[in-house]
């Protein structure tokens, strides 16, 4: 039985295919059409799970969509009623709107190319937040778990929790429109510049080099309740004005601002993103995360009271925040914490599908490594290759190695403080590179930071790299124990090991950290492993594969990011290709000159 879960006309549209229960792939949309968050249909997502499923459209037996405009319904025509007088046409028309179910089906048939014969399959809408629940409670490791979802709004809420036993999900309590903590996230990140969507993950890591001292004003502007919380709307407009959304100038979406005078008149005039940092945005910053955490911890509490459960699975948007999951560790009775890779709104895709599993009577799949996307055999890494790099002369030498060598020759680059592109299996599903699309350098390196941001990534200084770890070693490095495999958790470094975790350890002395098993990973293993031989440290610097462009998905984009920037070596596969320098590939060019003599 093949089921379809699609995340659709929302940020991060993506795709992803189940067949018996047990997830095949998982695509979002902006790895393929290289649109950062796109929020159209996840057409060419679509097409690439299906392909990796060997299937058609006609072979798919259930559809989930991830938006059900019908939910909350009773919530909604309460909130109109209460406030027919000041809501704005705008408003109402967001509240009451809804996506007809022809033109999904529509849209499904035209992405895959077929016919509407070709479509046996009905499409079935889960909530928003119920997908996001399902998302992280039916793949994790646990038979019975408190859930929390959290981000902006989706069908009418911002906020659910619940607990999930078996294949079944009981939901006890919602936060509804117009009370979110991503809108007061996103909001306060517009007010101090940070006004792309996904500017918030920056404002996350601009935090540390600030002071909270305007906690008292985030007090007031989110207010925890016995039940939840509540914003101070005058703070906010996006329940008078609407959310008004667009496209910025790289095609991603964009929402206009969301804040009002009222914060301008607290905090001063709102940041232009041109203008200069200065200690009030990183205070701002400091303050913002402040609140958060308090309101993680606070509702975790709140689940953990109605539940009794100390495992507990997070996810929305507001769940990519690391620092707010682990305060959840530190200061709550949860014990363990699952969050599936795919947190934000294209996982959602992932729990629309396995909610019409469990639904279906299909067993359970653990979600145990986030390599469900787009993957490259041998011959294609060669032939992109000898297409990509022909014309470069003999600035680049290729070797084919074995796996042992592959690694030890690649470790030995990194100690040596080489900035290494490595590109290997499936793709990543989610935000972060794991180890399939990532770039690896010294975490130990004093300026690796800033020599990685002037020669590749080029983006803000304050902003960290993350450091990936054997997971059996995580303990001795930073004071937690608890696994971090899709590096959704600030842990505190270890302080005697502050020097030698130098180009990842944050300014507060933190690290979004990834645990690496060989279950999960054996070759992105095998490269940590071989690194610690040689250097005794059993941790890499790892970021994403790509330059203030989505994570690379192919080996030919790859191949163009080692091209373009000053990166030392990329592994594809089985390949290692070195840059060579001005002189090495001088004598390079009179040995193939001599040997054709």
Not at 315 to 341: C, D, F, H, M, S
Not at 374 to 381: H, L, N, V
Not at 571 to 577: H, I, N, R, S, T
Request: hydrophobic share 40%; net charge neutral; glycine share 8%.
């Amino acid at each position: 039985m093949l089921v379809l879960g699609i995340n659709a006309h929302h940020a991060d549209a993506a795709a992803v295919l189940y067949q018996d229960g047990r997830l095949v792939a998982a695509v979002a949309e902006e790895r393929l059409n290289r649109i950062k968050h796109c929020a159209g249909f996840p057409t060419l997502a679509l097409r690439e799970v299906l392909r990796l499923g060997g299937a058609t459209l006609r072979d798919v037996s259930a559809i989930g969509l991830a938006r059900d405009t019908s939910a909350n319904m009773r919530s909604r025509l309460a909130y109109i009623f209460r406030n027919l007088r000041k809501t704005t046409k705008v408003v109402r028309k967001k509240l009451t709107e809804r996506v007809p179910l022809g033109d999904i089906e529509s849209q499904l048939v035209e992405a895959c190319g077929a016919s509407e014969s070709d479509l046996k399959a009905k499409v079935r809408r889960v909530e928003h937040h119920v997908a996001h629940a399902a998302s992280t409670f039916l793949p994790s490791p646990f038979e019975r778990a408190a859930i929390l979802t959290l981000d902006g709004f989706g069908d009418f809420a911002s906020t659910l929790w619940g607990e999930g036993t078996g294949s079944s999900i009981k939901v006890h309590g919602r936060v509804t429109y117009p009370h979110s903590l991503g809108i007061l996230y996103s909001a306060v990140c517009q007010f101090i510049g940070f006004d792309r969507y996904g500017d918030e993950g920056k404002v996350m890591g601009l935090a540390p080099f600030g002071e909270p001292r305007f906690a008292a004003l985030f007090e007031r502007m989110l207010r925890l309740t016995p039940d939840g919380f509540v914003l101070d709307l005058s703070f906010f407009n996006h329940h008078t004005e609407g959310v008004v959304t667009g496209a910025d100038e790289y095609g991603s979406p964009h929402f206009a601002n969301m804040f009002t005078p009222d914060m301008a008149r607290e905090l001063g005039p709102a940041r232009k993103r041109t203008d200069p940092l200065t200690d009030r945005e990183r205070d701002i910053a400091a303050s913002l995360q402040h609140r958060l955490d308090q309101a993680f911890v606070h509702l975790a509490n709140i689940v953990h009271a109605k539940t009794g459960l100390t495992d507990l699975c997070l996810a929305g948007g507001v769940a990519l925040n690391g620092v707010a999951n682990a305060r959840i560790l530190e200061q709550t009775p949860i014990k363990r914490l699952y969050v599936q890779p795919a947190a934000g709104d294209d996982g959602t895709a992932i729990g629309a599908a396995a909610w019409l599993c469990a639904h279906a009577g299909m067993p359970r799949f653990e979600m145990k490594h986030a390599s469900w996307g787009t993957r490259f055999d041998e011959t294609e890494i060669r032939r992109d290759i000898e297409s990509t790099l022909t014309g470069h002369g003999d600035a680049f030498q290729v070797t084919t190695l074995p796996e042992a060598e592959l690694l030890s020759r690649s470790a030995e680059l990194v100690a040596q403080g080489k900035i290494l592109g490595w590109f290997q299996g499936a793709m990543e599903w989610g935000p972060r590179a794991l180890g399939n699309r990532s770039i690896i350098a010294h975490p130990g390196l004093p300026g690796m930071r800033d020599t990685l941001n002037a020669r590749i990534k080029h983006r803000e200084p304050f902003r960290p790299f993350a450091p990936a770890i054997l997971q059996q070693r995580l303990p001795d490095y930073f004071e937690s124990g608890h696994p971090s495999p899709f590096m959704l958790l600030v842990y505190r470094t270890r302080p005697d090991r502050y020097r030698e975790l130098c180009a990842v350890d944050h300014v507060d002395h933190t690290g979004r950290v990834q645990t690496v098993t060989r279950d999960q990973n054996p070759r992105y293993y095998g490269l940590i492993e071989a690194f610690d031989k040689i250097t005794g440290t059993p941790v890499v610097l790892n970021t994403s594969f790509n330059e203030n462009e989505p994570i690379v998905c192919t080996p030919r984009q790859a191949l163009d990011c080692f091209v373009r920037t000053n990166m030392d070596a990329v592994v594809l596969g089985d390949q290692l290709c070195l840059r060579r320098t001005a002189g090495q590939a001088a004598t390079a060019q009179t040995a193939a000159a001599g040997g054709a003599a």
